[in-house]
């Protein structure tokens, strides 16, 4: 078993029943700092009820969640979850549709950066500076001062995976990332998170077995609220209880 202090997420025995259905049952899963995870795994197996669990959306009734080694997450709830370095992107893009794409991550880096801002004079440079960062990463400086009710609908996606680095999180939450992305871009955003990654720890939950492909990361496969398989993408996918229960449905 992995160290609990080398790992950014810690997961163990974890268990959550809704009316009597264990929608999470007895759950292990451990991610190293700095590491990327996909999550995949049928309907209903559990994948957002996880992720509801490590940001205090939903509380666990048995088990340990651990963040960064020794935070136990159980004892927080969803705003201070959120403050000590997890950022969560939800599969439906929620950016202000009539801000331009710099105003929506000036939005996002000033709640991060309040403390920040009253502390120093630069700050406003600092700003800017991290706002160009962040439009490199997310391939949209040359949009920086389009509507972003403009974007593409996978653009979006990148503008808020933005917004969501602004935030500074040391753990990333991304839920189906490319659903109706086109194939283009969503090789793009395998080659975004990768570069995310080099920085951040991630989990991405996604159905597309190209794209997690494209991710080049080790695969953990749900099934009934509970790990079925664990490992690399060709071992994951060769694995009969995963071709009958997933991907040869
Ligand atoms: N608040 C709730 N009340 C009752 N049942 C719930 C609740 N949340 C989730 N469930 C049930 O728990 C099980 C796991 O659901 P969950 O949404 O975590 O699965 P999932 O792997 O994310 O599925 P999908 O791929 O469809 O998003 C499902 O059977 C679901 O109906």
């Known amino acids: 078993m992995t160290n609990r202090a080398d790992t950014i997420l810690y997961l163990d025995g974890v268990s959550v029943a809704f009316d009597g259905f264990k929608a999470i049952n007895n ?9 990327m995870r996909a999550i995949i795994g049928p309907n209903g197996a559990g994948k957002t009820t996880m992720m509801d669990i490590v940001t205090g959306k939903t509380r666990p009734d048995d088990g340990s969640v651990y963040f ?10 969803e705003a201070e979850i959120a403050i000590l370095g997890i950022g969560r992107k939800f599969q439906k893009p929620t950016v202000f549709e009539s801000l331009t794409v710099e105003d929506n991550l000036a939005l996002a880096l000033s709640g991060s950066r309040r403390v920040f801002d009253k502390l120093f004079r630069k700050a406003g440079t600092e700003k800017d500076r ?41 753990l ?15 090789e793009e955003t395998a080659r975004l998170l990768r570069e995310i990654s080099a920085s951040h720890s991630v989990i991405v939950v ?44």
Do not use: N
């Open 172 to 186: 990333l939450l991304v839920d189906e990332p490319v659903a109706g992305m086109t194939d283009a871009e969503t």
């Open 68 to 77: 960064d080694g020794t935070v136990d997450l159980t004892t927080h709830d």
């Open 27 to 35: 759950l292990s899963l451990v991610l190293k700092k700095g590491e």
């Open 206 to 249: 996604e159905h597309d077995m190209h794209f997690v492909r494209e991710l080049g990361v080790k695969v953990t496969c749900l099934h009934e609220g509970s790990v079925l398989s664990e490992g690399s993408l060709d071992h994951v996918s060769s694995d009969p209880r995963v071709v009958e229960v997933y991907l040869g449905r």
């Open 130 to 170: 991290r706002i160009r960062e962040i439009l490199e990463t997310i391939r949209l400086t040359h949009r920086r001062d389009w509507l972003a009710a403009r974007l593409s609908h996978g653009q979006k996606q990148w503008l808020e995976i933005g917004m969501l680095l602004g935030q500074d999180p040391k």
